[in-house]
């Protein structure tokens, strides 16, 4: 079974300082790796994803992500930030070798851009 | 707007009432997933629709819950006898081609048991 574990439940960065998310995963195989964000009300959107070549991925909005196989992370950056990046961000898995791409969604870190 | 739509968007109903939700994919998309998510959670998958066949289902999906995708194009979600514990926010996706591409969301629809 796959799991995510995004440490920080919060947290406030100010305004044009650099940010990082943290995500690790459990898997006994291989995985797919993604980032979602969630504005308030809405549907969530793709930031980036990682399905295999480079492990430094770079997404939309200026975020990257690096995959660390080693030590089961994903760990998303953007080196400024800014007040509409304030936001739920949910880290998730897919198993490339199932049949279907269910994602398994760590429980969320929540952004606040402080001014 | 050629995105995934989801009504209605909030749903407020009486504990043993039943409610449907209905998601519209993207047109051109064969792939729909169905996720709940709580309060301070991320998504869980309940089901999975190819065209309209109903494929997989999680076991948060118990004998209340039912979902269809009739002719492959629009999904219903319907929940009997709701329960408290059944308030959630419910989202729809949808995704076509090569496998694992991205997954287009809805906005969800809340719901909210009294």
């Known amino acids: 079974a796959q799991s995510v574990t995004q440490l920080d439940s919060q947290v406030p960065v100010f305004e044009e300082a650099p940010v990082e998310l943290r995500c690790n995963y459990s898997s006994s195989v291989s995985v797919y790796l993604f980032w979602y964000v969630q504005y308030p009300n809405q549907g969530l959107q793709l930031l980036l994803k990682?399905?295999?070549?480079?492990?430094l991925v770079k997404g939309i909005n200026g975020f990257e992500a690096e995959f660390n196989k080693s030590q089961t992370s994903f760990h998303l950056r953007k080196p400024s930030v800014h007040i509409s990046d304030t936001a739920e961000y949910f880290c998730?898995?897919?198993?490339?070798?199932?049949?279907?791409?269910?994602?398994?969604f760590g429980t969320g870190t929540r952004l606040t851009i402080i001014p | 707007d050629t995105g995934v739509s989801q009504n209605p968007r909030h749903k407020i109903t009486k504990r043993g009432q039943n409610v449907t939700f209905r998601c519209d994919p993207i047109s051109e998309h064969n792939r729909l997933y169905w996720y709940r998510q709580t309060l301070g959670q991320g998504p869980e998958f309940l089901t999975y629709?190819?065209?309209?066949?109903?494929?997989?289902k999680s076991r948060l999906l118990s004998d209340r819950f039912s979902a269809e995708r009739p002719k492959g194009s629009f999904s219903t979600l319907e929940i009997q006898r709701t329960e408290q514990g059944d308030s959630a926010m419910y989202l729809c996706?949808?995704?076509?081609?090569?496998?694992?591409?991205?997954?287009?969301f809805g906005p969800g629809t809340r719901l909210t048991v009294l």
């Open positions: 996706a949808s995704i076509s081609g090569s496998t694992h591409n991205e997954q287009f």
């Open positions: 990682y399905l295999s070549g480079s492990t």
């Open positions: 998730a898995v897919s198993d490339p070798n199932f049949g279907n791409e269910k994602l398994t």
């Open positions: 629709f190819q065209n309209e066949a109903q494929l997989e």
